[in-house]
């Protein structure tokens, strides 16, 4: 990956999918964020994190069936 050019954790989500597994980066967030570091001998601070996008944890279809939605949404009655 940082062979290709990848100077941050986010362009090598793209390459990899690094960061898109079940647990969306928890696990080896530091570690990508490290190895770009190193290879491009910046501070993990200059070779960045990932970005946070919700869902912020792993959601079932359950879970997601059971939020409560406003009853508005979606009505055809004005």
């Known amino acids: 990956m940082t062979a290709l050019g990848v100077v941050g954790p986010n362009k090598g989500k793209a390459f990899t999918r690094c960061g898109m597994g079940p647990c969306l980066g928890r696990e080896c967030a530091a570690t990508v964020s490290r190895i770009i570091a190193e290879h ?39």
Not at 42 to 70: F, K
């Open 40 to 78: 491009h001998k910046l501070s993990m601070a200059e070779a960045g994190h990932y970005r946070i996008r919700p869902p912020v944890r792993p959601l079932t279809v359950g879970q997601l069936a059971g939020t409560n939605i406003d009853s508005d949404v979606g009505s055809t009655t004005g």
